[in-house]
């Protein structure tokens, strides 16, 4: 074998300090190495073996670089005292990966037969040796950890970009609600409001007192139901946008039933509907007052709307353990089954048309589960239709047996 000029000798011998699998080699067996390494050179894309050959040799990176590689795909680059294919120095498998050169690469190689010559006569090369490569799957084995480790991760943010994708396609869906509400529920009602007003103020001369009297009370009722809408849509963009607080203190909720029963006592008696109440006094929470007001009026106004005249509407407070419930029972027209399950949903509300025309949007119904769930409480029904319906919240009592200011 032809001998290594010295300078090259010395930089080989320096190379393989720097090479891990060798690091535990003694000076004179490196320099055994040395003398018998080939230099390779590869050209750019240059293929230094292709997966499936039978290329049993080691090869140490001097310039340049190379990528391991299937097809397009790429594994890993190594780059200059970094070395691959060192597995087949002790396996005659074929290569499982392509190795090609990024650029003009010189490589070192050591071929498997002479190496197996050296370890053959010398044994503290073959303790070193191995336990390099020991060394090298260890770390194989904390890549592969650390590789486990980041799918992992990565399955984590791909369900988190799924759950926002879920709950951006919601917040499309309530603003399409919020649109469709704006355009349909509030023009209609002002096209009303206007026409009637239109009329009133060309020709108010040549009605009578009855029908001056009628326009005016659908005037009012278009009105109020649009400033209730109104109302409702404010408290409801607040919620949205994190503008309202939850701020609880101590309640008398029975009050609260009997000061929204008088506010709407008038809307109940225009259709003749008797409001009962029954054990609602001395009845102490811990709650929003605001958000509570919002629930019941919201309640009892679907009662009132929904029961035909002569009707009944029943409200009542029960101890349920540590919450009250309180429910509102009417004897309207009910909701069909099918229905019952869409409430409470913004993209799938339904509406129904009152016993007198009134119109409402379901936004009421939707506001008062997210103030009850707010609250601590819960919110149900039970309906049958042409019979009437039974809403029904709870609400968390008070620690304290004092009745609030």
Known sequence: MEKVPSVEFSRRVEILKSVFIFADVETPLLESIAQVLVPTFCDTNQLLFKQGDADFALYIVVE???????????????????YVGEYSL??????STSVSANGP?????????????????NAKLTLAMLKGLVLRLRDYNKLEVELKSSNTEVQRQKEELEKQR???????STKDKFFAIIAHDLKNPFSTVLGLSELLAREFE???????????????KYSNN?????????????????????????????LLVSENVELLQGNAKQKQIAILIEGIESKVAFVDANMITTVVRNLL?????FTPVSGEIHIAIADKGDMWLLSVTDTGIGIAPEDQKRLFKIDSNPTTIGTQQEKGTGLGLILCKEFVERNG?????????????????????????????
């Open 64 to 82: 340049g670089s190379v990528r391991a590689h299937v097809g397009d795909y790429v594994y890993a680059n190594f780059g200059p005292r970094q």
């Open 90 to 95: 002790v396996d005659s498998s074929v290569r």
């Open 105 to 121: 690469t010189l490589l070192l190689r050591l071929d498997q037969k002479i190496f197996f010559d050296l370890i053959n006569t």
């Open 166 to 172: 879920f709950e951006l396609e919601a917040l499309n």
């Open 206 to 220: 040549s009605f009578d007192s009855e029908r001056l009297k009628e326009f005016i009370h659908q005037i009012y």
């Open 226 to 254: 649009t400033f209730n809408l109104l109302e409702n849509l404010l408290q409801w963009s607040m919620v949205q946008t994190g503008r309202m607080p939850l701020r609880p203190k101590l309640v008398d909720i029975g």
């Open 301 to 305: 106004s679907n009662a009132i709307k």
């Open 377 to 405: 409480g819960v919110i149900g029904l039970e309906s049958v239709p042409n019979m009437g319906s039974r809403f029904y919240f709870t609400v968390p009592k008070s620690d304290y047996t004092d009745t609030p200011n």
